[in-house]
């Protein structure tokens, strides 16, 4: 069927008063050559519901509407199976630009132009379906506080759950506890840990299926479809026995924690009567008293430790959460047990988030508990057995030393998690340090080999994904993730870390967290059972289509996509796992021969929004900027530029990606070789503190400079005339002020010598 093209050109909202509307259906029409053309007084409310009953009317297959931004407009706004793309002209144009002038109008026009443009390039999206059914059942890895809370929330949810715990029995590290830290008010007695209560729980659900003493030793496939083969961890059978073979549709990986070794300047390990706060709750579990190590003395006096190798920046420089309620319960075990017992407690920080405080004065109040704020210089034994603990820089000002039968280490939290990229990256080397082309070569990996030969036999998943067998993990080793908008997702679609594995946390708030993972992981098994995407582009019905017959197996797509989309065979060539991906686009972005794309978003749709814009040549003295701006972080920032009415510059041309990962170089070279002055790319800002909505697509832009660098040489122009920023959609103020410096720098290169050709 032949595309009937409608646009519709809003007069509301100032459009009309700021811009010849007459002159843009004139573009529409008799320019663009669209198939109909209609102004609406309003794009919003009663104005949307006349624009839907025209497309109808009409039957229109593509439809341009330009009025308001696109973010003010619900996903199901326009009928289903129209091709539909909005314009802001209120927001980029009417409202940053002088009403009545000639360059207002032209940028009017040149966005009417670009964006039927591309339409014409869009086809209808066509939802993923594989030839087999997804299955929407949850795999959860890890049987603590965390596992069994995500397995119940699942399994109420009306889904069945596998749990998989690799120890003989439920529970985790609070099975090991004697009390909790109190959850509820008024915040001051210890409390049973509920753990008990929890298991059986579980155990009693029909929609729970538990194997313990197993472990996956294979999770091959994608969301809706992992086929997941389980073996024995041992525990009274062969480690490595077969166990059972089934299918899921998400995983919540829930695999908790393990204790942090205290700093080297403590004498743990050689004195018998320096513990670890664990070491001190498992005895207090186990034996419902305190003893000394040394001799099985009743113990009288402990000095806490706090920060025992978790603060110390060569170490172990991230707080562990829970380390400081720890001491102070566990001070409280001393004193219940005899109320002539003293419990020191010496401290860099005394964390207790949120209502925790209250518990923390309470302990404050017992008598024969002693905080102080101080250095611990050293801890020796003396004539009678007992530990002297010596403090410097201490609140009263003063060193303090004091006697105790018992020192406890705050040891903190290191999630129990594998990083799957340096996992894959060992394996690499070991390859390449045998059968490199070269003895440099050789000598590089047999290097690489050492540098990560602390990750051999650290699997926990084991995925079948090219890029490693685990998720990806932080330099703390925690799964790699958008901590700041989407906390639970991980770098690997479908699977979502959750607990302590994720970051350090207390029962309660391991609790809180198992719950998110089992919504997101019910989210994931129903949008992708409508071949739909989950974040940041959730609801995305579009995927990448491989034109395979021109791949060069160059494996750029496989080695570059944030989420691990794409395996490979022997030969390197792609293998689409197309329910893993989350449309970014860094593989069209990536790919030298362009033979990715979506059908709402290609190479060709971009280079022709490029090519549709009206370039004036030198002598109007009217240069034109190529914006390419992510969609994420970039474009919102520009829509509160146009609200707070800033003025921007008016000879730019906005196009939005989906991730500055996403833009392909061809893109630069088509915008010069049109007469553009210059192109500026701007993406989400990257780094410690904040993070790109796609993880790395930024960086990735960052790391292609040389490839654009080198289409400008070779183009005999300057490399000034491109630019990469990054912005934070706070930051929006700051986006005029980009446009014009780089306005300024073009102004000084002069206009680009291609334009006119």
């Not at 439920?170 to 915040?187: E, N, R, T």
């Not at 207390?506 to 992708?528: H, P, Y």
């Not at 005339?721 to 005029?736: A, F, G, N």
Request: negative net charge; contains cysteine.
């Amino acid at each position: 069927m032949e595309d009937k093209i409608g646009v519709f050109i809003c007069t509301g909202y100032g459009i009309a008063e700021a811009l010849d509307v007459d002159a843009l259906s004139k573009v529409a029409t008799d320019e663009c050559r669209a198939s109909f053309c209609k102004t609406v007084d309003s794009c919003e409310g009663p104005g949307l519901e006349s624009i839907n009953d025209d497309i109808r009317a009409e039957g229109l297959t593509k439809v341009v509407v330009a009025g308001i931004s696109p973010r003010r407009y619900a996903q199901d706004a326009f009928p289903d199976g129209v091709i539909v793309e909005k314009i802001a002209l209120v927001e980029h144009v009417v409202w940053c630009q002088p009403a009545g002038e000639e360059d207002t109008q032209m940028l009017a026009e040149d966005y009417l132009r670009m964006y039927i443009a591309k339409v014409e390039k869009m086809e209808p999206l066509e939802p993923f379906q594989p030839e087999e059914t997804i299955d929407k059942s949850i795999l959860v890895v890890g049987g603590g506080v965390t596992g069994l809370t995500a397995a119940l929330e699942a399994a109420n949810a009306g889904y069945e759950v596998r749990l998989v715990e690799k120890s003989d029995r439920l529970g985790g590290w609070l099975a090991k506890q004697h009390k909790s830290v109190p959850i509820k008010p008024p915040y001051r007695d210890l409390e049973d840990t509920g753990v008990e209560d929890l298991i059986a729980e579980v155990q009693e659900n029909s929609r729970i299926k538990v194997h313990t003493s197993a472990a996956t030793s294979g999770i091959v496939g994608a969301p809706g479809l992992f086929d997941v083969t389980l073996q024995s961890a041992g525990n009274g059978k062969s480690a490595g026995d077969p166990l059972d073979t089934f299918r899921v549709g998400a995983i919540i990986q829930a695999t908790g924690w393990k204790p942090t070794e205290p700093r080297d300047s403590l004498p743990f390990g050689k004195l018998d009567d320096v513990i670890r706060n664990v070491d001190l709750e498992e005895m207090v579990k186990e034996h419902g008293r305190i003893t000394r190590p040394s001799d099985g003395k009743e113990v009288k006096s402990i000095a806490f430790l706090q920060c025992g190798g978790s603060r110390a920046k060569e170490h172990h420089s991230y707080c562990s959460s829970i380390c400081c309620l720890t001491s102070l319960k566990q001070a409280l075990y001393l004193r219940e047990s005899d109320d002539d017992a003293k419990a020191y407690i010496f401290y860099e920080f005394i964390r207790t988030p949120g209502q925790y405080e209250d518990f923390y004065r309470r302990v404050q109040d017992d008598p024969g508990v002693f905080l102080t704020k101080g250095e611990v210089a050293g801890v020796t034994r003396n004539d009678d057995g007992k530990l002297v603990v010596t403090a410097q820089n201490t609140m009263p000002g003063q060193e303090i030393e004091v006697t105790v039968d018992l020192v406890v280490l705050a040891a903190g939290m290191k999630p129990n998690s594998a990083d799957g990229e340096a996992i894959r990256a060992l394996e690499d080397a070991k390859v390449t340090a045998v059968e490199g082309d070269s003895e440099t070569q050789k000598k590089l990996a047999a290097e690489k080999v050492e540098e990560l030969k602390g990750h051999e036999g650290t699997e926990i998943l084991n995925l079948a994904y090219r890029q490693g067998p685990d998720l990806p993990t932080l330099q703390y080793g925690f799964p790699d993730s958008h901590f700041i908008c989407f906390p639970y997702e991980s770098r690997r679609t479908g699977i979502y870390p959750a607990g302590c594995v994720r970051q350090p946390q207390d029962g309660l708030g391991s609790r809180e967290d198992a719950t998110g993972a089992a919504l997101k992981a019910i989210q994931c098994v129903e949008m992708t059972s409508r071949g739909e995407a989950v974040h940041p582009r959730a609801g995305d019905k579009s995927y990448p289509d491989f034109f395979m017959q021109k791949c060069t197996q160059c494996k750029r797509c496989t080695e570059e996509c944030p989420f691990g989309v794409l395996n490979e065979d022997e030969k390197g060539t792609p293998l689409l796992q197309a329910t893993r991906c989350r449309r970014c686009g860094v593989c069209l972005g990536a790919c030298p021969e362009r033979i990715v794309s979506f059908k709402d978003y290609s190479v060709s749709a971009v280079g022709a929004m490029i090519k549709a814009v009206e370039v004036p040549d030198e002598y109007d003295e009217k240069p034109r900027v190529l914006a390419l701006l992510c969609e994420n972080d970039a474009m919102p920032a520009l829509d509160l530029v146009g609200q707070h009415r800033l003025p921007i510059n008016p000879f730019v041309r906005v196009i939005p990606v989906r991730c500055l990962g996403s833009v392909n170089v061809v893109w630069i070279s088509e915008a010069v070789s049109a007469g553009f002055d210059g192109v500026i790319l701007i993406g989400c800002t990257y780094g410690d503190d904040y993070q790109c909505h796609f993880v790395k697509g930024s960086e990735l832009a960052v790391a292609r400079g040389d490839n654009i660098k080198e289409k400008l040489e070779k183009m005999a122009l300057e490399n000034e005339r491109v630019e990469l920023h990054q912005l934070q959609i706070s930051d929006y103020e700051k986006l005029p002020k980009i446009f014009d410096d780089f306005a300024e720098v073009i102004d000084e290169y002069g206009m680009n010598p291609f334009k006119g050709m």
